[in-house]
């Protein structure tokens, strides 16, 4: 009688859980890198609409609308001066602390992982909108994201500075946010909007 000896056996199944460990970290790999490649990305509470432009993916909550379909944008060049100042820094950046662990910003700074967004505020200083924009290669998860704008929302303010506009309009601030500035605690370009108000007295 023939028997088959355990060696053989053992590396026959070693080879399969091998192979299937491969396909598994494969596809889990796969997914957490295309997780904005879709026209739709759902978080826990909210679906994003995603789209690609060269290599960058451009992020917006299904909710929002483009505040040109019923504002105009300020035009400074043929208008007197008039823009908004953040009202203070601190709530920005705690913004980001509570959206990302500690750990997780340490990840993204090591791989120089960034934010850059685009806040539409009105002529009252309060935010309509907020439209992300991602590196290609980035990890950060939907549902980070999606704490990250309900946190900005709840804890950034503006005011206007310069010329008061009554009439519908809206301001485009424009801010790029690297992780090692948010691991720092110093954000060069959120800085800078707060730093207007003084520069800018009425």
């Given at each position: 009688m023939n028997t088959i000896g355990?060696?053989?056996?053992?590396?026959?199944?070693?080879?399969?859980?091998?192979?299937?460990?491969?396909?598994?970290?494969?596809?889990?790999?796969?997914?957490?890198?295309?997780?904005?490649?879709?026209?739709?990305?759902?978080?826990?509470?909210?679906v994003f609409k995603c789209f690609t432009v060269g290599d960058k993916f451009q992020i917006t909550n299904s909710n929002y609308i483009?505040?040109?379909?019923?504002?105009?944008?300020?035009?400074?060049?043929?208008?007197?001066?008039?823009?908004v100042s953040m009202v203070s820094y601190d709530p920005f950046l705690a913004a980001?602390?509570?959206?990302?662990?500690?750990?997780?910003?340490?990840?993204?700074a090591r791989?120089?992982?960034?934010?850059?967004?685009?806040?539409?505020?009105?002529?009252?200083?309060?935010?309509?909108?907020?439209?992300?924009?991602?590196?290609?290669?980035?990890t950060i998860l939907p549902e980070e994201l999606e704490i990250l704008e309900r946190e900005l929302f709840s804890k950034v303010k503006f005011i206007v500075i310069g010329k008061k506009v009554e009439d519908l309009i809206f301001y485009r601030v424009p801010l790029s946010i690297f992780f090692t500035e948010v691991q720092s605690g110093e954000i060069r370009s959120v800085r800078n909007s707060v730093n207007l108000k003084t520069k800018y007295k009425n």
């Open positions: 355990l060696k053989p056996v053992l590396a026959g199944l070693l080879v399969r859980l091998t192979l299937l460990t491969t396909v598994s970290l494969f596809v889990l790999s796969c997914t957490a890198q295309n997780a904005w490649e879709a026209s739709e990305v759902k978080g826990k509470f909210s483009d505040p040109k379909k019923y504002r105009s944008e300020y035009d400074i060049n043929r208008l007197d001066f008039s823009f980001f602390k509570e959206s990302f662990t500690t750990r997780r910003i340490t990840q993204l791989v120089n992982d960034f934010v850059s967004l685009i806040i539409n505020v009105d002529e009252q200083g309060q935010i309509l909108g907020i439209y992300f924009s991602l590196d290609k290669r980035t």
